[in-house]
Structures are given as structure tokens and as C-alpha cells.
């Protein structure tokens, strides 16, 4: 299988499936994105707005004609290697429609992986190759305030992948889920600030603006070296 292939499908419309889609195709890469027909929240949104033009700002600005799809069977036939964003509640959802297809010709990375491969394997879903990483390689969300688009915050410098330059290789899918640092990041940032989110009004408090204050993040450093 040619690895340098000229298309890509991103299964997961969200700030992270956009922002790969643009930043896959300012590299010369066809992408093909995948929404799923009841989370067609921010795909409505950017037809609505752009028809099929994504459009990032923040580090990565730019304009980009993107194709979208809710058919897997498109996803499938469009490119021999899918990349999937969706969050760990959404793999087993993916992989009941994958499992309709013949995969063995196909790599699918997940990013982040939560232990998908073996989500797969206990599935029954047989998949040429599946890479997982720990951390999505960019920083960003949806620009909610704008036209939708995503908003790139920065790149990670470092990902850790299993089954190179910026990536680190590891000996398992283990290894990669418990470099993930969603785990001392998210819970403890929501329960330090628990009090906060119960008694302030939603459209004022942002969790990363107000929440990570310097104590918060000595917390998790500490939880972290344990």
C-alpha cells in the first residue's frame, strides 16, 4: 500500500476532524470528511455559512473547498486510510458501520486512540493496520462567535503513536492511551472548579480561561508525578 497517498478520509466532524481537513489539504492532501447523520451540528453551520468552504483562523489561516459526507460507504471507497477524531463515547458507533465493509486494504488512525484497537478487536472488525495516538496534533476548537470555523490555537510538538520525527513510538496501545494527559487534565480541572460551574451563569465562565488557574495546574502537575 503507497503510505504517501494523495486522499484522506476524516471520520468525525468536529473541531479537530475540520481543522486536520484544512491542514491535510494546505499540504496538497483530498479529503473527504465524515459527519454522522444525528451530529451534523457544525457541518450544518459551515454549509449554512460558506456552503463547502472551511475556513481556519488563529495559527492556521486560510480558505479550503472541503467535501463532506454522512454515506461510510464513501468514506471507505474514497481513501485507503481513514483517520478517525471521534471522542472514545463515539468509536463503537463508528465501528458498527465499518464493520459492513472490507477493511484488510485499509489503515485507520486513531486520534486519539483510547484504546480503539482493541474496541475493534473485541468488535470483530478486522483492519489492515490501526495506529493510535495520544493527543490530537493541533490545539483548537470552533470558532462559535464567527462562521463556525475552526480556531487553531497552537500544534503539539510532540505524539506519541503505536501498532519519526515529531512522533514517538511505543510498544503498545497501552503505553499511547496512558501518555494521554486528558486524564489528570480534564476530571481535575472540573472538580476543582466545581463550585464555580454550579453557581456561575454558562455564558460567562469558560472552563480553560477561568478554570486553569495556577493552582489548578500545580494540582495537576502534582497528580501527574505520582
Not at 494523495?6 to 489539504?25: D, K, M
Not at 454549509?47 to 471507505?76: C, F, P, W, Y
Not at 475552526?150 to 515529531?166: H, Q
Not at 464555580?196 to 508525578?225: C, K, Q
Amino acid at each position: 500500500m503507497d503510505l504517501v497517498q494523495p486522499t484522506v478520509s476524516i471520520v468525525g466532524a468536529g473541531p479537530a476532524g475540520f481543522t486536520l481537513a484544512a491542514g491535510l489539504q494546505s499540504h496538497g492532501r483530498s479529503v473527504l470528511l465524515y459527519s454522522h447523520p444525528t451530529h451534523l451540528r457544525h457541518v450544518n453551520h459551515l454549509r449554512k455559512q460558506n456552503g463547502h468552504l472551511l475556513r481556519a483562523i488563529g495559527l492556521m489561516e486560510g480558505s479550503t473547498s472541503l467535501r463532506i459526507t454522512s454515506d461510510m460507504s464513501e468514506v471507505v471507497a474514497f481513501s485507503q486510510i481513514i483517520i478517525l477524531t471521534v471522542p472514545s463515547t463515539g468509536q463503537e458507533t463508528v465501528l458498527h458501520e465499518l464493520k459492513c465493509f472490507s477493511l484488510v486494504r485499509h489503515i485507520i488512525v486513531a486520534i486519539p486512540g483510547n484504546l480503539f484497537s482493541l474496541v475493534a478487536d473485541s468488535m470483530g472488525v478486522e483492519v489492515g493496520c490501526i495506529f493510535e495516538t495520544n493527543l490530537s496534533p493541533y490545539s483548537c476548537r470552533i470558532n462559535e462567535e464567527g462562521e463556525g470555523e475552526p480556531m487553531v490555537l497552537g500544534k503539539k510538538e510532540r505524539i506519541f503513536i503505536s501498532p519519526a520525527t515529531c512522533l514517538k513510538w511505543c510498544s503498545s496501545v497501552v503505553e499511547v492511551c496512558l501518555s494521554n494527559v486528558n486524564g489528570v487534565f480534564h476530571p481535575l480541572m472540573m472538580l476543582i472548579n466545581a463550585g464555580r460551574i454550579e453557581s456561575s451563569d454558562e455564558d460567562h465562565f469558560l472552563l480553560y480561561r477561568d478554570g486553569l488557574t495556577p493552582s489548578v495546574a500545580n494540582a495537576m502537575l502534582a497528580v501527574d508525578h505520582m
